[in-house]
């Protein structure tokens, strides 16, 4: 970086909102590089060329050619897009490894796409060459900047070329994914044998794409200072931590942001009625809309406790679904959006006939539902196992609607328990419980349920909550210093 010319960074994501997203990582990648444009990086976003991003960019044009990736990677175009006022987009263009139906990573049936390792693999790749000084655009950043293991493979590639090339950054998005392959897979994916031991790709005698970014980039970013600290354990640490404990010096965790502009309940859209800081009585509106929408009985006063959730083992759902008949004689509603493991999905939807006008499943996507569930709902409920960051806790304290969240990653940076002492100093913001257990998220319920009585208390906790500042400002920035740091310093 010479002169007063700004930093260029590379975000590499399989994941990019709204087209496509699984969870927090769509929704960071397309609102994290916009914050850093703002803040005047010039950034660019490298994403595959699945038919959703293909369909919203017809007028993407082709900026280079990748005869040969190497191994057996699939030859690729490279497409540039970019609407005004927007962060540019290049896009890997292989129709044979990215237009498919299905997730970014599965199909239809839910089960793993069988060459993952070469459609994630020629992401890193195109990635590692638009790093290096063998890029054949003009553009050539200062920063690769990494998203979670189907971009772990990049930092790899980065090591293995010589000449100038970018500073790389791999960002942990959840460490329990980690994108792992046989051994075989090495010279498919056109990695030099040397990168095959335990100082770099080797994990237990395969092919880990995370571990590589993790082994190989000069600096490790993840979404929380509280997941930082834990992925450094054994608890939480996925067979990783050893290898954290050992770049401890290279981890730094920075909280992710919101889009505080899609997420404002004064002028959400999909709500029923709009409501603010100061007119927390008109969320009642919400509340009436969301029980008629889902089958609710219609009860002003009975709590209603939302979820809005991947139905899994890790978001602690099985915890929930194991209480559900304490939860109405506490007495209280429960509205569930989300999709998930199949057995989740049957247990809540049994639930849901069992407790009919008392429970509510809607197994399904849908981003206008989950707005009007934040909305509608008087308590929000995260019990995760484990929580890297999280983003709906920090949505719930924006829209009034205190969570109920375990003691886990980004929720401890995020939530502070209504304690008596908190509550007295004005800090309080929803409910903390501990352990992982059905019995510990129940009593953190009852004392949400009990504190709702008191409506001074109630009305304390949803504006304290709601004056947070949850936006990409302070984090942008701290990605910004950490970037131009390790420019400077190389």
Known sequence: MAGDSPL??????PELAPWVKSGGLGEVSATLPASLRGLGADV?????????????????????????????????????????????????????????????YQNERRRDWPDNYLRFGLLSRVAALLAGE???????????????????LAPAYLAFKRGAKAVSVMTVH?????????????????????AFHRDGVEYYGSVSFLKAGLVYADQITTVSPGYAREIQTEEYGCGLDGLL?????????????????????????????????????????????????????????????????????????????????RIVTLPAQLAVLGTGEAELERDLTELA?????????????????????????????????????????????????PPVARATGGLTDTVVDATSGNVAAGTATGFVFGAPEPGALLAALERAVRARRDGKLWT???????????????????????FQALVTGR
């Not at 959840?174 to 040397?194: D, H, S």
């Not at 504006?463 to 210093?481: C, I, P, V």
Request: aromatic share 8%; with cysteine; hydrophobic share 45%.
């Open 8 to 13: 260029r960074v590379l975000f590499v994501t």
């Open 44 to 104: 660019r976003v490298l994403v595959p060329g699945y038919p959703a991003i293909a369909a919203a960019h017809p007028e993407a044009r082709v900026v280079a050619t990748v005869a040969d990736p190497g191994g057996e990677l699939a030859p690729a175009r490279l497409l540039f897009a970019q609407r005004p006022g927007q962060v540019p987009l290049l896009i890997v263009d292989c129709p044979e490894c990215f237009r498919r139906e299905g997730s970014p």
């Open 134 to 152: 063998a890029s054949p655009l003009a553009w050539r950043p200062h920063v690769l900047n990494c998203h979670d293991w189907p971009a772990g």
């Open 174 to 194: 959840n460490l329990a994914f980690q994108g792992i392959f046989p051994p075989a897979t090495l010279p498919a994916l056109g990695l030099p044998p040397q």
């Open 245 to 325: 404990r050992h770049r401890h010096d290279r981890l730094t965790g920075i909280l992710n942001g919101i889009d505080t502009a899609a997420w404002d309940p004064a002028t959400d859209p999909f709500l029923a009625g709009p409501y603010d800081f100061a007119r927390i009585g008109a969320k009642a509106v919400n509340k009436a809309a969301l029980q008629r929408e889902l089958g609710l009985r219609p009860d002003p006063e009975t709590p209603l406790l939302g979820v809005v959730s991947r139905l899994t083992h890790q978001k602690g759902i099985d915890l929930l679904a194991a209480i559900v008949p």
């Open 353 to 401: 006939g069992r407790f009919a006008g008392r429970v509510a499943a809607a197994m399904r996507f849908d981003e206008a539902l989950a707005h009007r569930v934040e909305a509608g709902a008087d308590i929000f409920v995260m019990p995760s196992r484990f929580e890297p960051c999280g983003l709906n806790q920090m949505y719930s304290l924006r829209y009034g609607t």
């Open 460 to 482: 304390a906790l949803q504006r304290t909550g709601m004056a947070q500042d949850f936006g990409w400002g302070r984090s942008a920035r701290r990605y910004l210093g950490l």
